[in-house]
């Protein structure tokens, strides 16, 4: 599976990201604690995610997540249109982050990725 991404991308709602500041760990949203994973997306899915499952929605923040320090908690599965989603089946600690910021978009409307520093 060399040809999948290394880094895939969370959306956290504002109480969501502080409790990962400041627990160093996040454990699910809602629906990753009801499905039994976090889910992700990469970043050609990571637009599609936020229209679909957080219109409307301000204050969000994307997580850049390093895949190679989750190791086998990451797999990737099927989910929308048959694509291949990563989930995390572990918690997800903030030392796997290696970029986060508030949710922007670019004037295509894509959502922009974080940036580290």
């Given at each position: 599976m060399s040809d999948l991404p290394l880094l895939a991308y969370k959306v956290l709602t504002a109480p969501e990201m502080k409790a990962l500041e400041a627990d160093c760990l996040?454990?699910?949203?809602p629906v990753d604690l009801a499905d039994g994973y976090i889910h992700l997306s990469s970043?050609?899915?990571l637009t599609e995610t936020?229209?679909?499952h957080?219109?409307?929605q301000g204050d969000l923040h994307v997580v850049a997540v390093d895949l190679a320090v989750l190791g086998d908690a990451v797999k990737w599965e099927p989910s929308r249109g048959g694509q291949l989603f990563p989930h995390i089946y572990a918690d997800l600690p903030l030392s796997a982050a290696v970029a986060y910021g508030p949710l922007e978009r670019d004037e295509g409307g894509r959502?922009?990725?974080p940036v580290a520093g």
């Open positions: 996040f454990k699910g949203a970043e050609t899915q936020v229209d679909k957080f219109a409307g959502v922009k990725l």
